[in-house]
């Protein structure tokens, strides 16, 4: 069975949606998040979304660990 992830299960959103709104409003993943409720129930897609605003990628063949929405900043 072939991996395919592209949406946020628990809201039932794609990525491809998802990344869109976040770009036509030029929002961040937290704002996104607020608006859109993707990543605020079990957190699985957050570390998807995150790529996905950074690279584009609206789907992934590939498992990411498991990220907070809110990363510790770095000193
Ligand atoms: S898959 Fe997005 S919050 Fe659960």
Not at 5 to 27: G, M, P, V
């Amino acid at each position: 069975m072939k991996l395919w992830i592209d949406k946020c299960y628990c809201i039932n959103e794609t990525f491809e949606s998802l990344l869109d709104q976040a770009r036509s409003a030029n929002l961040t993943l937290n704002q996104l998040a607020d608006q859109a409720g993707c990543g605020l129930h079990c957190g699985w897609c957050v570390a998807y979304l995150r790529r996905g605003l950074q690279t584009g990628e609206t789907g992934f063949d590939y498992l990411l660990p498991k990220e907070p929405l809110e990363l510790p900043e770095v000193e």
